[in-house]
């Protein structure tokens, strides 16, 4: 009958109980959830339920079971148990008898959950932070390398104005930089530990919460009330989200260089690692590594559908729809991890066709905004400069020469004001320069950001250089 066979006068259908099982999900939270027993063995003392020699001989045998899952994971996948709380109890209650059934001595494997995930997600987050750091600094160095790389920059998927191909990877710097303060804001409001919340009304023993969440690292001290930590999945939800805008952010950089490296742009071509050929066609290589980066990022924004439609037909406190939220929070945090990794991959091996983007870059009339911002300089309003800006685009695709090419008469009558020879002016060196404000996509500007970026990132990525996954654990 498991942890509450009591009630009951006969077992359950077996094909129930494998509908009903968790151990091959929630088994990932099995080092969590031992640290979550041995501090509450220890805080079973002063409570006055255990006393010092029994508590040391919990934690004893606890240390027991994650020796033995340490040494062979598949441990947890053999088991018969109904989730990794029973696992453990399971366990404990064939290595101690009586003793070990005195560990779960008021609280409920609600709290315990709540506890352990908290954990988990504690480092998990961090772990994600790091990824994010990783991938940053890629994009950081990249930019550096071609702060001064003249590209095409694309509003409507129509070449609107020059920028820097550096400017286009510090964009993205940026994005994933909010992604990695969210992720810091979600874990700092989960910061709260549940256990000692029992089932859902609170232990009826004399437990020190505050020790309790000390002991297990939450600087934000015992959740204050017990019916909402037990039934709180915000965290889970705020995680998710900053998991799916993370994808969605790593999707659009997909889809940019995905249209990069096509023979139609040519602007970028991928290293042969992240690629993958034709079964068919010898001549192909594709971006597969980006296409499934953006076709991922479906699976993590419904995991928060799931999430989200789940929670909200759920009443206080505890019910078991909850048990279905680590299935999706797991596969949304996988997912995501190892896309920021290829990602990362991606990104190193990189390289720009710079006679290419240059020439991209220069044709197109991609400095008519220039030619009436010179207007503008000589006195034109700025309407009047646009309007007739656009005049001189429509003479110059009439005769098939760019706006500095323009025929010396033709540009006496059209922009009498501008005297001087306009090759210089628009040449595309001359508009990257003009734009050396604060967030511009000057070379000198881009090259400034991409250093302080690379300098910022350097110090606070942790060594390692392969954080944690949400899946490293048994």
């Known amino acids: 009958m498991g942890l509450w066979g009591g009630r009951f006068a006969s077992g359950q259908d077996p094909r129930f109980l494998a509908f009903q099982e968790s151990l091959s999900i929630d088994r990932r939270l099995i080092f969590e959830d031992l640290e979550v027993s041995r501090v509450w063995a220890r805080a079973l003392v002063p409570a006055g339920v255990l006393d010092e020699n029994e508590a040391e001989k919990l934690v004893a045998g606890l240390d027991a079971i994650e020796r033995e899952v340490r040494a062979d994971p598949q441990v947890l996948l053999r088991s018969a148990a109904e989730d990794v709380h029973s696992f453990v109890e399971a366990r404990l209650n064939a290595a101690l008898g009586d003793l070990g059934r005195r560990l779960h001595t008021g609280r409920s494997r609600n709290d315990q959950v709540a506890t352990g995930v908290r954990m988990h997600l504690r480092r998990v987050s961090a772990g994600l932070q790091a990824r994010l750091g990783a991938l940053q600094l890629a994009l950081a160095e990249l930019a550096e390398g071609t702060s001064d790389l003249a590209l095409p920059g694309y509003t409507h998927m129509q070449r609107a104005q020059p920028i820097t191909a550096g400017h286009h990877s510090l964009a993205y710097v940026e994005m994933f930089e909010r992604d990695a303060q969210r992720l810091g ?4 409001r989960m910061d709260r530990c ?9 232990t009826a023993f004399e437990i020190d919460r505050e020790a309790v969440a000390r002991d297990l690292g939450f600087g934000g001290g015992p959740c204050r009330n017990s019916i909402d930590a037990v039934s709180d999945r915000d965290h889970l939800c705020e995680l998710v989200f900053a998991a799916s805008l993370i994808s969605v952010h790593l999707s659009r950089l997909a889809e940019d260089w995905i249209f990069f ?3 139609e742009a040519g602007f970028l071509e991928l290293d042969d690692a992240v690629c993958t050929g034709s079964s068919l066609m010898p001549q192909k290589k594709n971006p597969d590594a980006l296409e499934l980066i953006r076709g991922k990022c479906g699976h ?4 928060l559908q799931a999430l989200l439609t789940m929670l909200k037909g759920t009443p206080l406190a505890y019910n078991r729809d909850l ?3 680590k299935r999706a929070l797991f596969l949304a945090l996988d997912e995501t991890a190892a896309c920021l ?12 066709d710079a006679e290419r983007c240059r020439s991209a870059a220069t044709t197109g009339y991609l400095n008519a905004t220039d030619l009436a911002d010179l207007l503008v300089r000589a006195g034109v309003p700025f309407r009047t400069a646009h309007e007739r800006a656009g005049v001189a685009v429509r003479r110059a695709l009439e005769l098939g020469v760019e706006l500095e090419d323009l ?3 033709l540009r006496t009558q059209l922009l009498p004001e501008l005297g001087e020879d306009l090759s210089e002016a628009l040449s595309i060196d001359a508009v990257l320069a003009r734009r050396s404000v604060v967030g511009g996509t000057a070379p000198v500007r881009v090259h400034a950001e991409a250093e302080r970026w690379k ?11 392969s954080p944690t996954t949400t899946s490293d654990r048994a």
């Open 185 to 188: 804001d979600a874990a700092a």
């Open 194 to 202: 549940p256990l000692g919340c029992g089932a859902l009304a609170g």
């Open 261 to 263: 490296a096509t023979n």
């Open 300 to 303: 993590v924004t419904g995991a």
């Open 323 to 325: 048990q279905e939220d």
């Open 341 to 352: 990794e290829v990602a990362e991959l991606c990104v190193r091996g990189a390289r720009y």
């Open 407 to 409: 025929p010396a008469a």
């Open 455 to 465: 300098t910022e990132l350097g110090t606070r990525l942790p060594q390692d250089p």
